[in-house]
T-cell receptor
Framework: KAGVTQTPRYLIKTRGQQVTLSCSPISGHRSVSWYQQTPGQGLQFLFEYFSETQRNKGNFPGRFSGRQFSNSRSEMNVSTLELGDSALYLC???????????FGQGTRLTVV | DQQVKQNSPSLSVQEGRISILNCDYTNSMFDYFLWYKKYPAEGPTFLISISSIKDKNEDGRFTVFLNKSAKHLSLHIVPSQPGDSAVYFCAASSGTYKYIFGTGTRLKVLA
């Protein structure tokens, strides 16, 4: 059974640009969540989607957005990139609430 | 407001001994807790979870203990192995889709 797939693995962008990250969940999982990891900050929750609907959102500015498609694949978009957006962005999928989430390997975003 | 706290940023343990990683939480509505292990440049890997209706869950070398009155959970690894060296995150949820993670504890198992 294939795991969670995130693309691309690495990305370098310039301040002010926008970026789109992609996540394909485990087959059959309808819930996809996104997290940002920065040094010393642990994993900060961005948002979660279930059946194409955003169910929960973390405390991030509106520059961070996402969506989920009918095949459960999800994309995350960050507009007007800032240096502080440099981080590892992780996607996780799970079968239903109250079950363990399985993470992808992440996308390392560097903003210069 | 850090609802899930891992107060020890790092821990070193001799191979073969017990590793105990601790996690405290403040939200009494949390009802599901998990531990993840993370290597550099990889996504977290699920280790073990526990529901709030239990106080202990065991899976091989890994045991999670939950003390609801103290709002504390711990992960015991026995015996510790060098391959266990990684960053460990605890996470909690309250029946929603959102996990709250701690800041992690870096475990180093010395051979």
């Amino acid at each position: 059974k294939a795991g969670v797939t995130q693309t691309p693995r690495y990305l370098i962008k310039t301040r002010g640009q926008q970026v789109t990250l992609s996540c394909s969940p485990i087959s059959g999982h309808r819930s996809v969540s996104w997290y940002q990891q920065t040094p010393g900050q642990g994993l900060q929750f961005l948002f979660e989607y279930f059946s194409e609907t955003q169910r929960n959102k973390g405390n991030f500015p509106g520059r961070f957005s996402g969506r989920q498609f009918s095949n459960s694949r999800s994309e995350m978009n960050v507009s007007t990139l800032e240096l502080g957006d440099s981080a590892l962005y992780l996607c996780a999928s799970r079968a239903s609430p109250g079950t363990e989430a399985f993470f992808g390997q992440g996308t390392r975003l560097t903003v210069v | 407001d850090q609802q899930v706290k891992q107060n020890s940023p790092s821990l070193s343990v001799q191979e073969g001994r017990i590793s105990i990683l601790n996690c405290d939480y403040t939200n009494s509505m949390f009802d599901y807790f998990l531990w993840y292990k993370k290597y550099p440049a990889e996504g977290p890997t699920f280790l073990i979870s526990i529901s709030s209706i239990k106080d202990k869950n065991e899976d091989g070398r890994f045991t999670v203990f939950l003390n609801k009155s103290a709002k504390h959970l711990s992960l015991h690894i026995v015996p510790s192995q060098p391959g266990d060296s990684a960053v460990y995150f605890c996470a909690a949820s309250s029946g929603t889709y959102k996990y709250i993670f701690g800041t992690g504890t870096r475990l180093k198992v010395l051979a």
